[in-house]
């Protein structure tokens, strides 16, 4: 401790001390610091991804279009049943699911959201540009409590440096019983 003195404390290097191994510590520690603090070498490129729900759920939609497709083609010559089947299939589209699934607002339709590894060739590519906000959209994706969405980025999100990711997220009830807020975690993996 440092001794008094009439105001207050005295800052003499006769009253500080330091061993040795402290030193050496404090010395390591401040030289790591230095060296993350310093940037070394040329600026890495930046690279931004933009990922719209309508763009994930395009493949998802696209299946459900072709089971549209079928239906119109084997129900061509009949208009009542042709309508009768559109209308059930349209219904089957708009079922809530327990898991993770994409849902435009404007139609009701929904599609579950599926993943697979693939050696990461399905993954988002980046792009140079910063992209722009995007305004609202009409497709979104719905996450229950204790579920998972995976946006499979590849092996591009560099080891070291700053990564912003920016997510426009909205509780889906408003039922005023319902107190809990949305939550968001963001698991950052590796899979060979």
Do not use: C
Request: proline fraction near 5%; hydrophobic fraction near 35%; glycine fraction near 6%.
């Amino acid at each position: 401790p440092e001794a008094t003195s009439e105001d207050g404390f005295q800052n003499s290097s006769e009253n500080l001390q330091m061993s040795v191994i402290r030193f050496g510590a404090y010395r390591e520690l401040s030289r790591k610091a230095l060296m993350n603090a310093t940037v070394r070498g040329k600026q890495p490129e930046r690279i931004f991804w933009d990922i719209s729900m309508k763009a994930a759920a395009a493949e998802s939609l696209a299946k459900q279009e072709a089971q549209l497709e079928k239906i119109r083609q084997k129900n061509k010559d009949n208009p009542e049943k042709l309508k009768r089947e559109l209308e059930r299939q349209a219904a089957r589209f708009r079922v809530r699911h327990n898991g993770p699934h994409y849902k435009d607002l404007s139609t009701g339709a929904t599609a579950r959201v599926s993943w697979s590894y693939g050696g990461a060739k399905y993954a988002w590519k980046p792009s140079k540009a910063r992209p722009k906000v995007p305004a609202a959209s009409r497709h979104v994706v719905v996450i229950p409590a204790r579920q998972k969405l995976i946006v499979e980025l590849g092996n591009l999100v560099p080891d070291r440096g700053t990564l912003r990711v920016r997510v426009r997220a909205s509780r889906v009830s408003v039922d005023k019983n319902r107190k809990r807020i949305p939550s968001l975690q963001l698991e950052f993996g590796w899979q060979a």
